[in-house]
């Protein structure tokens, strides 16, 4: 049975300063699969993913959530829906609770499901005991991990991650991989801009590779890697 269609992206097209960086853009992201976003720096990933999330607008083409078309009148509640990982992480003066409780206030949640909530994705990513400490004076990888506390607490329904691997150690870039398969086995499509070949081929489900702002194949990990050795040399 094929996967429900979540996101469809339709003929995008970006401009910065009259260059083109994307061009004439198309993809569908189903639910349960690891889209992995691969090929040189500024090739348009991250730009990309900016459009599909709604943080940015495109000068032309449209993007689909669930059939309805994203606006500006629609955007705000698209992106409650969706989380984001990026390399930088994005984090208050404050202690990891509320770091992590953010979005659970934006959203109303009473307190007592907002502890429960924080404590429970703290502990999966190993970090609970350090919910009271200021989530600045962490470590690099243990801030990556508060980030990513902070997008899965909210259950979203769509999961963008940029380079996650870049302020882990081994063990954590392991936790995270682990993550990906959990969420995305339990229904969540997933985005995932990686240089990493083992995972893009261990991880993703399709593998598209960009150049120059186009999108160049779009295949399976086996397809790509049996086929494209040419393209490797561009990541």
Do not use: C
Request: glycine share 6%.
């Amino acid at each position: 049975m094929e996967k429900q269609i979540i996101l469809t992206v339709q003929n995008i097209v970006k401009y910065y300063d009259n260059q083109k960086v994307l061009n004439a853009i198309d993809l569908e992201v189903r639910a349960g699969t690891v889209l992995a976003l691969m090929g040189p720096n500024g090739s348009g990933k991250t730009t990309l993913i900016k459009i599909l999330s709604s943080l940015e607008e495109a000068d032309k083409g449209e993007v689909y959530y669930q059939g309805e078309l994203i606006n500006k009148e629609n955007s705000l509640n698209f992106r409650r829906q969706i989380g984001f990982i990026w390399q930088k992480t994005l984090l208050y003066n404050a202690s990891v609770y509320n770091n992590v409780a953010l979005g659970l206030q934006f959203r109303n949640y009473s307190e007592d499901k907002i502890k429960d909530k924080v404590d429970s994705t703290l502990d999966r990513l190993g970090i609970v005991d350090l919910k009271e400490r200021n989530a600045k004076s962490l470590s690099g990888g243990q801030q990556q991990k508060v980030s990513i506390a902070r997008t899965l607490v909210t259950d979203p329904q769509i999961i963008f991650i940029d380079e996650p691997n870049t302020s882990l150690d081994l063990e954590s870039i392991e936790l995270v991989e682990k993550i990906i398969k959990e969420e995305s086995q339990a229904g969540v499509p997933i985005v995932l801009i990686t240089h990493n070949f083992y995972q893009a081929k261990n991880l993703g489900d399709e593998i598209i590779f960009m150049k120059e702002g186009e999108k160049v194949t779009h295949e399976t990990p086996a397809e790509f890697f049996e086929q494209r050795e040419e393209l490797l040399r561009y990541v």
